[in-house]
């Protein structure tokens, strides 16, 4: 819970890198982007990215190394509504991910650019 307030403090600034729902596409189809969802599992159960990777914004922490491979493509974040993620972007983005999105307005975005979302 504590890296959840402290994220929440103010590291998920506005120098947080977004794209939209068409540009987050582009990246996943065209540069092999990963997407981490940062969700609740409940959540993550309900619907999804396809092909996205689940850790919640609580277990970042515990799961940075297992990213590590990642480091390399671009990677999208997505949660609900794009706050969360918001803050998981910072969080990664300050460990040297270098190629990291917020997924602007979340899977509520994406699901209504009408994009495919598996369960």
Known sequence: MQFVRNIWAGVAGPGVAEVDTVEAARLIDQQNAVVIDVRTEAEYA?????NARHVSLRQLPA????????KDRPIVVNCRTGSRSRSAVAYLAENGFEEVYNLKGGLM???????????
């Open 63 to 70: 799961h940075i190394g297992g990213l590590e491979k990642y």
């Open 46 to 50: 309900a619907g999804r990215i396809p």
């Open 109 to 119: 975005a994406w699901a209504r650019a009408r994009q495919t979302i598996e369960n």
